[in-house]
């Protein structure tokens, strides 16, 4: 297992490699962003920012999409996955967003998962790039990444990943921790063939080390 220096020493090779890691969501308001991350799950954020242009003008407040039909919603989202729920839980958050914050998006994780269609991951991504509040979301890409380099055991869950990630790093490194491990998942250690002869993290990975045997 990596100790915390350790694992700040990989986070600072990961943003070498990436100094430009960020949210690659489209959006111009807080709801919006909102939306687009309810949108994103089991979808690429390319798909999800081809169809949102649209939505945006069509809904640009809370008042507006819930205020929408779902045979309104669904034909803009029928280029994703999932299209016809996600459409009910939009639909959802925005009402829930008017009914019970005044048509703002709450700024607390405690809040925001009181919202339809809102996880843990959901919220920490809006309290990271919304509210710029310290949090760790953690998908696909960063529970690989935290596994293979032996940051969590093998078998954390996403709370354990999420819990061991904030000890281990100060919090103020939380937020570009977050976007170095997911460009570090997407481009470099990619789930079916990792870059590992040429990752510059190799010797600190036990499972790298293996694939270049």
Request: charged share 25%; glycine share 2%.
């Amino acid at each position: 297992m990596l100790s915390s220096k350790e694992t700040i020493r990989a986070i600072e090779v990961m943003s070498q490699k990436f100094p430009d890691a960020r949210t690659s969501l489209e959006a111009d308001t807080d709801f919006h962003f909102l939306l687009a991350v309810i949108l994103s799950a089991q979808t690429t954020d390319k798909a999800v920012n081809l169809l949102t242009p649209r939505l945006f003008v069509r809904y640009p407040a809370p008042e507006d999409l819930a205020a929408a039909s779902l045979e309104e919603v669904m034909p803009l989202l029928r280029s994703i996955g999932l299209y016809r729920n996600k459409s009910k839980y939009i639909i959802a958050c925005a009402a829930d967003i008017v009914a019970k914050f005044d048509g703002q998006v709450p700024q607390t994780r405690k809040e925001l998962m009181q919202l339809s269609g809102v996880g843990r991951k959901t919220a920490d991504v809006v309290l990271a790039e919304c509210f710029n509040i310290p949090a760790i979301a953690v998908d696909t890409h960063v529970t690989r990444v935290s596994k293979r380099l032996r940051i969590v055991p093998q078998t954390a869950d996403v709370l354990t990943i999420e819990k061991t990630l904030m000890k281990k790093l100060p919090e103020d490194l939380w937020i570009k921790a977050h976007h170095c491990m997911i460009f570090w998942g997407r481009y470099q250690c990619m789930a079916r063939k990792p870059l590992c002869v040429e990752c510059p993290l190799l010797l600190i990975c036990a499972e790298g080390k293996t694939r270049v045997q």
